[in-house]
């Protein structure tokens, strides 16, 4: 099974810019997709950013235009640039990939990664 380690995360000032990497513990190539999804205190996992093993994107409406997912396939790594950070976007983050197995889907995630937006 594969492991997903995430860094980048901190602490960071609105308006101001971080960039999440997620590092697998085996080649990407045939991942069927791999993603970015938050969790705020008192709230539900949500998606931010997902891009298929054939680089197609898409994007959660609150963060589209400010934040840019990307894959290094050489690298075995996914990352996340997040520009006009927003006291909003403080949240915990983890690295999501998603397989194809037999009857469906799975998914593994990381251990998050804590982004903080304040002055």
């Known amino acids: 099974q594969v492991q997903l380690v995430e860094s980048g995360g901190g602490l960071v000032q609105p308006g101001g810019s971080l960039r999440l990497s997620c590092a697998a513990s085996?080649?990407?190539?045939?991942?069927?997709?791999m993603g970015w999804y938050r969790q705020a205190p008192g709230k539900q996992r949500e998606l931010v950013a997902r891009?298929?093993?054939?680089?197609?994107?898409n994007y959660a409406d609150f963060v589209k235009g400010r934040f840019t997912i990307s894959r290094d396939n050489a690298k075995n790594t996914v990352y996340l640039r997040m520009n006009s950070l927003e006291p909003e976007d403080t949240a915990v983050y983890y690295c999501?990939?998603?397989?194809?197995?037999?009857?469906?889907?799975?998914?593994?995630w990381g251990q998050g990664t804590q982004v903080t937006v304040s002055s």
């Open positions: 891009i298929t093993s054939g680089s197609i994107t």
């Open positions: 999501n990939s998603r397989h194809v197995v037999v009857g469906g889907l799975s998914d593994t």
């Open positions: 085996r080649s990407i190539f045939s991942f069927y997709s």
